[in-house]
């Protein structure tokens, strides 16, 4: 049964911290071949169509390829576009939410005027989810699992720090109708052997330790993987 990504902590990203610099917006001017190139380019499936800075809603592969003449402009055509956006004040697990529940590639930003500010695309949220897992610190990986009702996070906390060490990330998932989660922990130090015994000796069950560089790429590649499936749910 694939686990479900339930939520990172430790985070304060915001949609706006998180907008492309480099996907451009299509104007009505814009031919659907000049939209298929751009979405090739960037392996995308959807572009927003923005006249000046109103933002009039997201185009899709499919919708282009519908056409009847993709070598002329969008603006020529009846098109009946959805509009889904995230205001830039929102956080990045709305980002998330949005763009898994709608299967989109990327989703439009909007400020509080309703301008359109950028977006959002897939691959922007896996460079962030990277970060957010303290990917680039050294340090190694440790994985408990627990009862729902046993999750206490100060206890948690409590255990690791009570050794010295510090928690750089940690997030929660869970496999649907399993009362059980999965907390995975990237803390700042290599040898977690002092750390495991404290856990064993508080009753906690530790089903996966990565203290070596080659275990930990396998465990970040899966951890990859499974915020993708995420996304495409």
């Not at 939520?7 to 104007?27: E, Q």
């Not at 055509?77 to 990327?106: A, G, M």
């Not at 496999?175 to 000796?201: H, M, W, Y």
Request: some cysteine; aromatic content about 8%; proline content about 3%.
């Amino acid at each position: 049964m694939q686990p479900h990504l339930k939520y990172i902590i430790f985070t304060t990203v915001l949609a706006r911290d998180l907008i492309s610099d480099v996907v451009p917006a299509l104007k009505t001017s814009d031919t659907g071949e000049q939209a298929l190139n751009w979405m090739e380019i960037f392996r995308i499936k959807h572009l927003p169509i923005v006249n000046h800075q109103q933002f009039l809603g997201l185009i899709s592969d499919q919708d282009i390829l519908d056409l009847n003449n993709v070598k002329e402009a969008i603006g020529n055509h009846e098109l009946s576009l959805t509009r889904p956006f995230v205001t830039d004040n929102q956080h990045i697990y709305e980002v998330i939410e949005v763009l898994s529940r709608l299967k989109l590639t990327l989703v439009p930003v909007l400020n509080a005027e309703s301008n359109y500010l950028g977006c959002i695309t897939q691959e922007d949220l896996t460079r962030e989810f990277a970060n957010l897992s303290a990917m680039q610190h050294p340090g190694g990986i440790l994985v408990l699992e627990m009862n729902d009702n046993d999750y206490s996070l100060t206890e948690i906390a409590g255990i690791v720090e009570g050794n010295n060490a510090r928690i750089l990330s940690l997030y929660v998932s869970t496999a649907p109708g399993i009362q059980r989660l999965s907390v995975t922990l990237k803390l700042n130090i290599n040898d977690l052997t002092a750390i495991i015994t404290t856990f064993e000796r508080y009753k906690y069950t530790v089903s996966a330790t990565y203290m070596n560089s080659r275990d930990m790429d396998d465990f970040y590649q899966d951890r990859f993987d499974e915020f993708i499936n995420y996304l495409n749910i």
